[in-house]
Every structure is written in structure tokens, then in C-alpha cells.
């Protein structure tokens, strides 16, 4: 049974980062491209990037180029996204979520099994 | 970037009727479109990807079409544990981007 286990709930200040770790069960780990979403607070969803847990590229979107970096651990079957120069408008959950396809094809850009979701608020 | 705008922006129905949501791209995205229920407090999941194609273990009442820029999810006949926000989202090119939500509310 597929599971994504996130680390839980931070408070950070404006200038701040945030590191959220998202760590994998019931599949092979480096099998499945892994993308990070998040959603504001009674708002939608954004896609923030996606990275290879096998050979570790990654890419992100436009808006986070430059404050967000997304890595893995193959050991621990973990991949993190951390976030820089955090503001209020980065308040949000943040979701890891699983890629449709298998990483042998290019990735379906769909996603199949979330985790739970981690809350970032940014307050002074 | 690809910009997707659902309606109605929310729905209320009653058990038992047909609900329809639809998508619209800004560009043709061919059949590359999914489609997510979120319940409060939860993360989406997966109903509909390739604009038709049912994910495992969704009801067969949840049903998807569409191609080029219009789409439309349909539930053939609203339960209950529908209410929920749906979204869609463009699987054609990054950055990934997603509908703004149809909430369903059951009357």
C-alpha cells in the first residue's frame, strides 16, 4: 500500500526557509517521479516542481526559480522541498504527490497518492 | 503558462441528479487534462486522468470528456459523500496549472 508521511506543521518568520520532507512506503521509491503542490488558505492549487528520486533532477515552476530546492534521500526513500525568503503569501499546505507514471516513460504529470500535507505559516 | 477556468464556481444539487463541471484551457491541451476531488482538511484525489481514463477504485458514476480545450466532468447521479471541491488540471506542459475549484453541495 502506496503511503506519503510528511513532516508536520512549522511556523517560520518572513526571511526565513522551510524544509518539508516527504517520505515513501509500499513502492519502489525511485520508480515514480515525485512533484510538490501547494494550496493557500481556502484557496486553490499550485504545482511548485517535480523531481527524478532516481538520478535527481528536478524541475520547478517559474514563480519558486531561485527560492525553492527540491532533493532526495534514496536511502531513507525521502524527498524534501525547501522553501527561501519565505513572505505571508507562502502560507500554505504543501503536498507531496505522486506521479501516474512510471519514471521508465516521461512523467504523466498526474498524481496519484498524496501525503497528507504540511502547514507552513509565515507570521512576524 | 496554460490557464484553466472551471465553472460553475459551485453547484448544489440533490442526491440522485446528474451534476456537470466544466473546464475550459486557454490553449489546446488535447486529451491531457485530470480531474481531483478534495474534501476539507484533505489532500485531492485522483478521479480522472487523460480526460477519460478512470483511476482505479473511483466509482463508475464519476465520468470525464473532452478534448483540445473543453472538458467537462460528470456525475451520473450525485451521492452523498460527493460534496466535495473538484479540480482540474492540465497535464500538457509545465508549469502544471489547475482549475479554481467547483464546489458541490448537496441540498
Known amino acids: 500500500q502506496v503511503h506519503l508521511v510528511q513532516s508536520g506543521a512549522e511556523v517560520k518568520k518572513p526571511g526565513a526557509s522551510v524544509k518539508i520532507s516527504c517520505k515513501s512506503s509500499g513502492y519502489s521509491f525511485t520508480s515514480y517521479y515525485m512533484h510538490w503542490v501547494r494550496q493557500a488558505p481556502g484557496q486553490g492549487l499550485e504545482w511548485m516542481g517535480i523531481i527524478n528520486p532516481s538520478g535527481g533532477s528536478k524541475s520547478y515552476a517559474r514563480k519558486f526559480q531561485g527560492r525553492v530546492t527540491m532533493t532526495r534521500d534514496t536511502s531513507t526513500s525521502t524527498v524534501y522541498m525547501e522553501l527561501s525568503s519565505l513572505t505571508s503569501e507562502d502560507t500554505a499546505v504543501y503536498f507531496c504527490?505522486?506521479?501516474?507514471?512510471?519514471?521508465?516513460?516521461?512523467?504523466?504529470?498526474?498524481?496519484?497518492?498524496w501525503g497528507q500535507g504540511t502547514l507552513v505559516t509565515v507570521s512576524s | 503558462d496554460i490557464q484553466m477556468t472551471q465553472s460553475p464556481s459551485s453547484v448544489s444539487a440533490s442526491v440522485g441528479e446528474r451534476v456537470t463541471i466544466t473546464c475550459r484551457a486557454s490553449q489546446d491541451i488535447s486529451s491531457w487534462l485530470a480531474w481531483y476531488q478534495q474534501n476539507p482538511g484533505k489532500a485531492p484525489q485522483l478521479l480522472i486522468f487523460a480526460a477519460s481514463s478512470l483511476q482505479s477504485g473511483v466509482p463508475s458514476r464519476f465520468s470525464g470528456s473532452g478534448s483540445g480545450t473543453d472538458f467537462t466532468l460528470t456525475i451520473s447521479s450525485l451521492q452523498p459523500e460527493d460534496s466535495a471541491t473538484y479540480y482540474c488540471?492540465?497535464?500538457?506542459?509545465?508549469?502544471?496549472?489547475f482549475g479554481g475549484g467547483t464546489k458541490v453541495e448537496i441540498k
Open positions: 488540471q492540465q497535464t500538457n506542459s509545465f508549469p502544471l496549472t
Open positions: 504527490a505522486r506521479d501516474g507514471g512510471n519514471i521508465e516513460a516521461r512523467p504523466r504529470d498526474y498524481f496519484d497518492y
